[in-house]
């Protein structure tokens, strides 16, 4: 069966943002003049998916609202002439169909993927991270669902890490299938260095087949006293196959301050309207400081 419902949760408080994020959900942090999370539900349109279901929290409704029509604000560019903003956020407002359902409680992934079960149904569905942006030739989830259609199981976003980051990570101990591919074995939520079975970490993006739910309702709280999804996957991989993908890509954590302005530096070199700009400017930089 296709895919065709992609599960985003966005309920998170965005501390690490303070106080840019009082008022304005991080996911509405723009890279440039696009929100964060406009790039994220590109990526899964790209890849076919249909529908996104948000997982929210409370002051999260504008998230939403950015995927939904403004016909106030085209009229006002139209009479002034704006024809080609119009367009762009015509666009915006016709890129997929959005719904979303509300996470009560701050109790972890792994419970926010759960708060879409009623959503999802009993598919198979793609969950994305809005913290990480992954820029790639082939959209990162598109790659994870050219597998899932192969074996049909649930695949698990790969990125190799130095050993002293896998702390920050869900990290899987696998055997490899291929140059890419690996069978999960066993996976382990932030782990100290030298307890971590592997440098292969989980990044933000997952195909999850439905039976993912009925364990996580039953999952315990787990490292954070949150539901983690690593638990309810590690689950999922004793009673059925779970792959993991090493995706082809440039991935950027803009949860992150400095994976922010990475972000924000790779995205602004893409544009040739910046591009030579920007490109001066950094190098104005280093010169000065090495002067």
């Given amino acids: 069966m296709k895919i065709k419902k992609a ?5 998170g408080l965005g501390t690490r943002f303070l106080p840019a994020t009082k008022t304005v959900p991080k996911e509405l942090l723009p890279i440039l003049d696009i929100p964060a999370i406009q790039y994220v539900v590109q990526e899964a349109v790209e890849a076919g ?3 996104v279901i948000f997982v929210t929290g409370r002051g999260k409704d504008s998230i939403e609202d950015h995927f ?6 085209e009229q006002i560019l139209e009479e002034r002439g704006q024809t080609e903003v119009v367009k762009a956020l015509r666009q915006i407002a016709d890129m997929i169909e959005v719904v979303s359902v509300r996470q009560k409680r701050p109790l972890g992934l792994g419970h926010a993927v759960l708060c879409a079960r009623d959503l999802v149904g009993e598919e198979s569905f793609a969950v994305l991270l809005a913290d990480d942006l992954i820029d790639s030739d082939i959209p990162c989830v598109r790659q ?6 192969e074996k049909k199981e649930s695949v698990l976003a790969l990125m190799r890490v130095p050993a002293g980051e896998v702390r920050r990570y869900g990290v899987i ?8 591919l690996y069978e999960v074995e066993d996976m382990v939520e932030k782990p100290k260095p030298e307890q971590a079975p592997s440098q292969m970490a989980i990044i933000g993006r997952y195909i999850l087949r439905p039976e993912i739910f009925p364990i996580l309702e039953t999952t315990q709280s787990g490292t954070g006293g949150e539901i983690q999804l690593t638990d309810g996957l590690l689950q999922l991989a004793r009673k059925r196959k779970v792959y993991g993908y090493e995706f082809a890509g440039e991935r950027y954590d803009v949860g992150d301050k400095f994976g922010f302005v990475r972000a924000t530096i790779a995205y602004a070199l893409k544009r040739p309207e910046l ?3 920007v490109m001066d400017y950094l190098k104005s930089i280093v010169e000065n400081r090495s002067g």
């Fill in 275 to 277: 591009n030579g700009q």
């Fill in 144 to 149: 994870l669902l050219d597998v899932y259609e």
């Fill in 7 to 11: 599960v985003i949760p966005v309920a």
């Fill in 68 to 73: 939904d029509a403004v016909p106030e604000l």
């Fill in 49 to 51: 998916i249909q529908e």
């Fill in 173 to 180: 101990k696998g055997q490899s299938l291929s140059d890419r």
